[in-house]
Every structure is written in structure tokens, then in C-alpha cells.
């Protein structure tokens, strides 16, 4: 993908000057070119040919940006037809927002908020002339050309009742009226969903990655667009905008620096890899000298009133998103922007272990979006985190119902699909792999003290299916997912740095390429059952994110189906569930004396890097478990957490999603160096994790 993706800019730099989001014409390369003709004048919105669209008041039409020349027929500029073409109705919503925001920050010195036109800001014509290139080499390169050949077809996904379009004209249909990084996060899920309902697994597999590639193009352009936008006109919408962004990577990197000016906007603090707060919130933060012990008298008691937050402005599309229904038709279901921002903090909750705020927050998601699927499954995972087994299976049965049932399609793509790398050639042996690896991996994690032991109350990420599942009964949805997983590793494991985390995952790395599927699979569950999912999570990027959460997804399903279609299979999934639990409340009894436990394996790299210089203290063998392990016996022989190294502690705000969660300083000095040790502990449980440490050398 790195190669695909500089090739691409390349090429970008060297059209990018001749391509114009607001002068191509979008029948400009139809073969009959005179049944167009009308199309290739400039007009004016009353004189522009066709019906306007229905859907929004002539008077708010009348705002689209008039930058064009003058109209064939008055000396008023034209308008980019493309905007209310009926061809291309099916993001009409999408327009109609822009125009009501614009309109809202309109004002009469100026003309308010135009960052987002892009005939206005250079930025937001670049991101659309980008996406122009990136969705017409989707269409060229995937079984989504056969749009171009199948007018029914197209007619059933674009919606479009007029012209039959080229690919020209199909791709515009795509990025026409998308002004928002969540209007092209919508248009990818409509695509994502159509394909899977259409198209064979590997192709359907195929265009999904594609996607992600598009959003991660999409990503930095928009994310810049908007600080820029935000410092200009602070508003709810582009904040809401920004938030959406971060919740999809778990990133904090900035942006409550660049607007905490802004006192109007509540800033929402994401965590990243469990272990990284940002230090702006920290910073701002009223200090305390009430230590951890004290936690119960009461430092963060309210509710979360951000969650609480109403999005009514915001509209509802009636077009397929995140979720679909059994057909072989991609059929459309209610898509709405607030649901997808609650479904993106209860999946955070659920990443923090908040399992009880987590389903407050996704049955305001499903509330709002019943056809939301990935809430469900959120939500079933938090119940079963919480020991409500009967709720989590009824979620299952909902999202069960929502899942897409993919076509099968013999013969006519096989040779293509079968090069493709998205799905393993022999599922078959990459199943068996994949349930002995998570087997061994979780007998290894039940003898050994693992740090992720503490990603999951219950053990639901570590693979509890493979207990009662035969090869062949574990889910497609399961293997495709696990598979991806080993695919992306291998393909960015040196810009992600997967091998600084856990040994397994740089041999994985290293030796994808050469493995058979079984053995694939093998490694793959290994780490499953020893570390847990999260283990795979690289911090901020978006593709890498969107595949954990998948394969954790299907990890659920996975194990709740079991449950559901036995009662034997159940009792066992129990057994193994209790035995993880049991295990954790031990080892959180053990902190009383003086243990010190992280909640997750990623956290060993981050202190272990090399500026937090314990090279000055300790005699490191360059291993990262094993110098971690150096300074957990060493933080603990010091006695790092007694009441006389206490520094400060810090409640995170009532807003925020973290407000369970208390931070604790210390610092001791030891062996004439200065030692500071960061800790987190969860108000409801009292359980106490170490965070970061470092020796202090300034």
C-alpha cells in the first residue's frame, strides 16, 4: 500500500494543476456528446436545466456559491450544475447541510464560513480533486466497474433516473456534494456495504481496504482544513467534525491546544494506546492533594454530561451505512451522523474498560440509529464485560440480523480474486491454525503474568471461542478479519513499529510472507490468546484502528454465536471466562502489597523508550520485556506508590469520557537520580495501573 500510495501522489503532482473540482464538467466525456449539449453552458440556478431538487427550499438553492461566468441566458454567474443535478440525488442531503451551515455563518461585511466550498478555500478544492482521482481509480481497478456496464445496477446504487453515467460521471456522483470528511466516511460505507452485498468475498475484501486507503488520503487534508477553520470561525459543527476524526484513531495529538481559546467549545480528551493522556487536559486540570486511597470520598461523581449532549441540528440521511440486512440487494438503511460519533465514544469507553458508560452511550446510538449494527456489537461486548450474559446475546441477535449475507458468484472474477491477498487462499487451514494458536497462546497467558490480562474484565478479546469451536465452525467474518490483521501487520510493521511491543508481533512481521496459511493462522491466534486484540491497535492510524476494531467485532460474534447455539458451548465459554476473572482479581489484590500491573503490553514500549533514560539506573539487555520487567522490579523494591513519594493526582474532567479514571504522581529520589512514576486508577473498581515512568534528567 506505502508504494501504492506514493505512485498516487506522484501522479497527483503532475495533474493536479490541469484537474479542477468546479470545471469539470461531469458529461464531458459521455460518447454522445450533443444529447449533453445543454450541459456544457454555464447557468445560472434559474435557468440550470432540470428539476432543482425537492428536498431543499429554493431560497436556501439560492445560497451555492455563484462563481462561474455569466449564465447563457442572463448576466447572473453560474453555479457547478453538479450540485442539483437529479442524477446525483442521493447525497442531496449532504448539500443541503452545507448550505444551512453556510447560511448560519453567513454575515454581510464577508461572506462568513467558506472553508468549506471549494470555490472559495484552494484546501477544499485540492481534497476534492484528490478524491476526484482516488474514487475513479476505485471504479477502475475493482469489480465496481461493472457499474458501468450493468444499468440496472447502478441505477440501484446511485440512484441516479435520468442518464445512464460513464466513469466520469460515476465517479463525480461520489465526491459531488461531499464538503465533510463524515460525508466521504458515508459514501465509503454505502460503497463498502453494496459490495459486500454484491461482489464474491475476495473482491468485496478488495474494495473495503481500497476505502480505508481513501480515508486515510482523505484524513490529513481535512484535519488540517479544519484546525485552519476552527481558529477562523469556532463552531459546534466543525467541532463535532474534529471529534468524529479523533474518536476513529484515538488521537489527542493538539487540538484542544489549538482551540482551548475558545471557551464556547467543550473539547472532547481521547486517550491513545490506553496509555497516553493528553498533557494539555492534564495541564489545565485543578490539582489535589487527596491521594488514590481517597478516591472514594467522591472526586468525580457526576454524570457525564457530554454524552448527554443533543446533535439535533444535525440531520439524519436515509441512505445504507454502517450496518445493512440479509439480502442480495444492498438495501438502505437510516444513516445518522450522531450515531456514528456515540457509536465512535462508547467502542473509546469499551477501549477503557468503562463498560458501564460504554452502554449508555451506545444505547443512545441505537436509539438513534437502529440499524446501527456495530453499536449492537459494542454494546454486546460491554454486557458481556459486565457478567449480563442474556443482554449481550440479545444484542447478538440484532446484529445478527443486520449482517449482510455475501453472494456467491462462481467462475467469472476467480482468477482475479484468488491473486488477491485480502482474504487467506485456504481458510480451511488458516482456521485450524488460527484455534490451536489461540488455544496455546491463552494456556500460556493463564500460567504467566501477561499485562493484558487487564484489556478485558472477562476475556472476551482473548479469543474465548476457540475453546468450543471446530476450524470449520469459526466464522468467515472471523478468519477474514484475523487475516487482515496479519496482512496490514506485514505491510507497515516498520512505520508502526509493531516489533517494539511484543517480540510475537515482530516475528509475525518478519516472517508473514513466508508462511503457509496454517501457520498464518497459528501465529495470528497465538497472540490472540496470549496478549489479547488490542495488542494489534497502532496508535493513530486510521486503516490499522478500523481492522482491530473489526477483528474485535467479530471476536464477539464469534463468541457470543457460541453461546447462543449451545448450552454446552456456553458453560465452557463461562468456565474459561471466570478463570481470566478470578485471575485478575487476584493479581489486583496483589497491588495491596506493593505489586505494580499495567493494563496493557503497549505500555511497556512507552517506558521503556529510550528518552525516559533508564539506561542510568539499570543495566538494560536492549530486550523491551525484560528491561520492563528491570524497572517493575525496581519501581516496586523502592516502594514507588508509598504515601511519602506522593506528588499530586488529577480528576479528569466531568465532561470528559475518562472522568472514571484518576491520575497519581510520584516521585521519589533514588540512587541520586530522580524517579517519576505515573499511575491510573479506576474509581469503580479501585484497580490501579502503572502508566508511564521515567528518570528525570534535566
Not at 15 to 31: H, W
Not at 529 to 540: L, N, R, T, V
Not at 644 to 666: H, L, N, T
Amino acid at each position: 500500500m506505502k508504494h501504492y500510495m506514493i505512485v498516487f501522489f506522484a501522479l497527483l503532482s503532475i495533474y493536479l494543476p490541469q484537474l479542477e473540482a468546479l470545471n469539470r464538467d461531469y458529461r464531458s466525456d459521455c460518447e454522445e456528446d450533443n444529447t449533453y449539449q445543454q450541459y456544457y453552458y454555464p447557468y445560472c440556478l434559474w435557468h440550470a436545466p432540470g428539476e432543482l431538487p425537492r428536498e431543499i427550499d429554493y431560497d436556501i438553492l439560492d445560497r451555492i456559491p455563484k462563481t462561474g461566468p455569466e449564465c447563457r441566458y442572463c448576466y447572473s454567474s453560474s453555479i457547478y450544475l453538479g450540485y442539483v443535478d437529479q442524477d446525483f440525488k442521493k447525497y442531496t442531503p449532504h448539500l443541503k447541510q452545507q448550505l444551512e451551515y453556510y447560511i448560519q455563518h453567513w454575515n454581510y461585511v464577508d461572506l462568513g464560513c467558506t472553508c468549506l466550498w471549494p470555490e472559495y478555500s484552494q484546501d477544499a478544492a485540492e481534497i476534492s480533486d484528490i478524491a476526484y482521482l482516488l474514487f475513479r481509480d476505485l471504479i477502475s481497478t475493482t469489480a465496481l466497474s461493472n457499474l458501468l456496464e450493468d444499468e440496472n445496477e447502478q441505477r440501484e446504487f446511485v440512484e441516479n433516473n435520468g442518464w445512464f453515467l460513464n466513469k466520469h460521471g460515476l465517479t463525480v456522483s461520489f465526491i459531488v456534494q461531499q464538503f465533510r470528511f463524515s460525508d466521504y466516511y458515508h459514501v465509503c460505507r454505502d460503497i463498502e456495504n453494496f459490495a459486500v452485498s454484491k461482489y464474491e468475498e475476495r473482491e468485496a475484501a478488495k474494495i473495503k481496504d481500497r476505502l480505508q486507503d481513501i480515508l486515510e488520503a482523505l484524513y490529513p487534508k481535512f484535519f488540517a482544513l479544519y484546525i485552519s477553520c476552527y481558529k477562523k470561525h469556532p463552531n459546534s459543527e466543525i467541532d463535532q467534525e474534529i471529534r468524529f476524526m479523533k474518536l476513529l484513531v484515538n488521537d489527542i495529538s493538539g487540538f484542544e491546544k489549538t482551540v482551548a481559546s475558545s471557551k464556547s467549545i467543550s473539547c472532547l480528551p481521547i486517550v491513545q494506546n490506553f496509555y497516553d493522556v493528553s498533557e494539555f487536559i492534564v495541564a489545565n486540570l485543578q490539582t489535589t492533594d487527596i491521594p488514590v486511597e481517597l478516591k472514594s470520598k467522591g472526586m468525580i461523581s457526576k454524570k457525564n454530561q457530554i454524552l448527554k449532549k443533543s446533535y439535533s441540528k444535525a440531520p439524519s440521511f436515509n441512505v445504507s451505512a454502517s450496518s445493512t440486512v440479509h439480502s442480495s440487494k444492498a438495501i438502505a438503511v437510516a444513516f445518522s451522523p450522531q450515531s456514528e460519533i456515540f457509536l465512535e465514544q462508547g467502542t473509546l469507553l469499551n477501549d477503557l474498560l468503562l463498560y458501564k458508560e460504554a452502554i449508555q452511550v451506545l444505547t443512545q446510538a441505537i436509539q438513534l440509529n437502529p440499524s446501527n449494527r456495530d453499536a449492537y456489537i459494542e454494546r454486546a461486548m460491554a454486557y458481556f464485560e459486565t457478567n449480563q450474559l442474556p443482554l449481550a446475546l440479545k444484542d447478538y441477535e440484532s446484529a445478527e440480523k443486520l449482517t449482510i449475507a455475501p453472494p456467491f458468484k462462481p467462475g467469472s472474477h476467480k482468477a482475479m480474486m484468488m491473486a488477491a491477498v485480502y482474504i487467506a487462499e485456504n481458510k480451511t487451514e488458516f482456521s485450524k491454525g488460527l484455534v490451536s494458536g489461540t488455544v496455546d497462546g491463552a494456556k500460556v497467558s493463564a500460567v504467566e503474568f501477561i499485562p493484558s490480562i487487564f484489556s478485558c474484565c472477562r476475556g472476551i478479546l482473548n479469543g474465548l471461542w476457540a475453546f468450543v469451536c471446530s476450524p470449520i465452525e469459526v466464522s468467515q467474518e472471523m478468519v477474514n478479519t484475523a487475516y487482515a490483521i496479519g496482512e496490514f501487520i506485514s505491510s507497515h510493521s516498520t512505520e508502526e513499529c509493531f516489533q517494539c511491543v511484543v517480540p510475537e508481533l515482530k516475528e509475525l512481521s518478519l516472517s508473514w510472507n513466508k508462511l503457509n496459511d496454517h501457520s498464518k493462522g497459528q501465529k495470528i491466534g497465538f497472540i490472540i490468546g496470549k496478549y489479547g486484540i488490542d495488542i494489534f491497535a497502532p496508535g493513530g492510524v486510521l486503516k490499522g484502528i478500523s481492522k482491530v476494531r473489526a477483528l474485535k467485532r467479530a471476536n464477539t460474534m464469534c463468541t457470543l454465536e457460541n453461546c447462543a447455539v449451545s448450552q454446552t458451548k456456553r458453560t465452557k465459554i463461562l468456565e474459561q471466562s471466570k478463570k481470566i476473572a478470578e485471575k485478575r482479581t487476584s493479581l489486583v489484590e496483589s497491588v495491596k502489597k506493593g505489586k505494580i500491573l499495567t493494563k496493557s503490553s503497549n505500555v511497556q514500549h512507552h517506558v521503556m523508550q529510550k528518552k525516559h533514560a533508564w539506561d542510568k539506573v539499570l543495566k538494560l539487555s536492549g530486550s523491551v520485556e525484560e528491561d520492563f520487567k528491570k524497572v517493575v522490579v525496581f519501581l516496586e523494591k523502592n516502594k514507588i506508590t508509598d504515601k511519602k513519594f506522593f506528588k499530586q493526582s488529577f480528576g479528569f474532567p466531568e465532561e470528559s469520557v475518562m472522568k472514571q479514571i484518576i491520575r497519581s504522581d510520584y516521585e521519589a529520589q533514588i540512587n541520586g537520580h530522580l524517579i517519576q512514576a505515573v499511575f491510573e486508577t479506576y474509581v469503580e473498581t479501585g484497580e490501579t495501573f502503572l502508566k508511564d515512568a521515567w528518570v528525570i534528567t534535566r
